[in-house]
């Protein structure tokens, strides 16, 4: 089974410009969520979609924003960037199956660098 | 505020010795605890996990302690390899929401 894979993997932007990310999830799994990665900083949750829906969010500004389509697969998109934007976008996915405890799955990243 | 403490940022280890890396919660909900191993420029790897049902789960060299009164969780990895020297972290869910520690460098000596 194909692991969760997210597009680009690296990606140069300048201040101001706006960034689309995909992701696609492992084939069943129908949560996807979305990670900021900064050194020393860990993991920052930033959303989770469930069956096109933002179920979950994180304490990031309105410029992060995010949408999962019909098959799962899902978008982050982050407008007006800063440079404390350049980070690792990870994504990660899940069953989400109904009453189980989840494991989430990551994908490679995506290295964002805001110039 | 940060639901899930690794206060130990790096950690040094010769090769063959046990590697224990902690981990602290402070939100009595969690239910579910798991960790991750992150090499340079990859995502993470998922690597055990543990239900709050139990206190300890294995898998070959790695053990999951849990103990829920001091709301404190470990991974053990004996005997420890090269091939272990990673960024491992600690995450814990209470339903859909995911809550990660700041991580470990793991360092193991050969």
């Known amino acids: 089974k194909a692991g969760v894979t997210q597009t680009p993997r690296y990606l140069i932007k300048t201040r101001g410009q706006q960034v689309t990310l995909s992701c696609s999830p492992i084939?069943?799994?129908?949560?996807v969520s979305w990670y900021q990665q900064t050194p020393g900083q860990g993991l920052q949750f930033l959303f989770e979609?469930?069956?096109?829906?933002?179920?979950n969010k994180g304490n990031f500004p309105g410029r992060f924003s995010g949408r999962q389509f019909s098959n799962s697969r899902s978008e982050m998109n982050v407008s007006t960037l800063e440079l404390g934007d350049s980070a690792l976008y990870l994504c990660?996915?899940?069953?989400?199956?109904?009453?189980?405890?989840?494991?989430?799955?990551f994908g490679p990243g995506t290295r964002l660098t805001v110039l | 505020d940060q639901q899930v403490k690794q206060n130990s940022p790096s950690l040094s280890v010769q090769e063959g010795r046990i590697s224990i890396l902690n981990c602290d919660y402070t939100n009595s909900m969690f239910d579910y605890f798991l960790w991750y191993k992150k090499y340079p420029a990859e995502g993470p790897t998922f690597l055990i996990s543990?239900?709050?049902?139990?206190d300890k789960n294995e898998d070959g060299r790695f053990t999951v302690f849990l103990n829920k009164s001091a709301k404190h969780l470990s991974l053990h990895i004996v005997p420890s390899q090269p091939g272990d020297s990673a960024v491992y972290f600690c995450a814990a869910s209470a339903g859909n929401q995911f809550y990660f520690g700041t991580g470990t460098s793991l360092t193991v000596i050969p």
């Open positions: 543990i239900s709050s049902i139990k």
């Open positions: 084939s069943g799994h129908r949560s």
């Open positions: 979609y469930f069956s096109e829906t933002q179920r």
């Open positions: 990660a996915s899940s069953l989400a199956a109904s009453g189980k405890q989840d494991t989430q799955y």
